[in-house]
């Protein structure tokens, strides 16, 4: 894969190259000289094949855990959000220390507390990670999902955007089983405050513990607001929002 130069930008395929436009930039690639067919069926492409089914595996891990949240990440999510997140579930599938090769996937690998660690403290967001808004200490209650945050002084305690006037939290207890790709999630009520010097403790409870049975995701959701004549916007689509799940079990 090339990046194109110069004033003139082409899109489309032009004998054996397809140029296109990304975020990037314009870019130029040539085509595979590898059938498909060759791949789905040459001894030779067997480690191919494997890799493939197991990148597929995880992308398709991703999109369950992305499925789950969805209504959280509209307001809180980046552009690259899907690949960042498949790669981090293709770490995962390595912990499947039980499969052949080829047939790893996120389920089993998952079941390793050293691969789940590997999605907490993950952002949704990769523009405003949680670490770097939210200051105040807080803690997270496994048995119902609750997230406290004792001792909160917006003023003091978060990093908000330019001409933000207000803030607000939102927690998510998420239950995702990744071997039937099923999912279930319960919200807590929006906090929402002035960034002010008022001390206010928050505390985030979702509605009901999630039915079904899976690996338990703990969320949190910051996002900002700009109060004009009393009606509340949100700052630039969102892109200063926060979605990072802060515990998993």
């Known amino acids: 894969m090339a990046k194109l130069k110069g004033i003139l930008k082409i899109e489309g395929t032009l004998q054996d190259m397809t140029f296109y436009k990304t975020q990037d930039g314009h870019l130029v690639k040539t085509k595979s000289g590898v059938s498909a067919d060759r791949i789905a069926n040459d001894p030779n492409f067997q480690r191919t094949r494997e890799n493939g089914s197991e990148f597929g595996s995880a992308a398709t891990a991703g999109k369950v855990l992305r499925n789950a949240v969805r209504t959280l990440m509209m307001n809180a999510a980046d552009n690259r959000i899907t690949s960042r997140l498949t790669q981090v579930m293709t770490q995962i599938k390595n912990y499947d220390t039980t499969s052949l090769r080829g047939d790893r ?4 690998g998952i079941a390793d507390p050293v691969a789940l660690a590997l999605l907490i403290d993950f952002d949704f967001n990769d523009s405003a990670a949680l670490g770097g808004v939210l200051f105040a200490p807080f803690t997270v209650t496994g048995a119902t999902g609750a997230i406290d945050i004792p001792a909160f002084t917006p003023i ?3 990093s908000y955007p330019t001409g933000a006037t207000h803030v607000s939290f939102k927690s998510a207890y998420a239950v995702v089983d990744f071997a039937s790709e099923t999912s279930a999630i319960e919200y807590s009520p929006v906090t929402n405050l002035p960034i002010d010097g008022t001390n206010t403790p928050v505390t985030l409870t979702p509605a009901a513990v999630p039915a079904g049975a899976g690996i ?12 004009v004549n009393g009606v509340q916007y949100s700052l ?11 515990d998993a079990a």
């Open 105 to 108: 996937t996120v389920a089993i």
């Open 156 to 158: 003091n305690d978060v």
């Open 216 to 227: 338990k995701f703990y969320l949190i959701l910051v996002e900002f607001f700009q109060s």
């Open 236 to 246: 630039k689509n969102g892109s200063y929002n926060v979605l990072n799940i802060v």
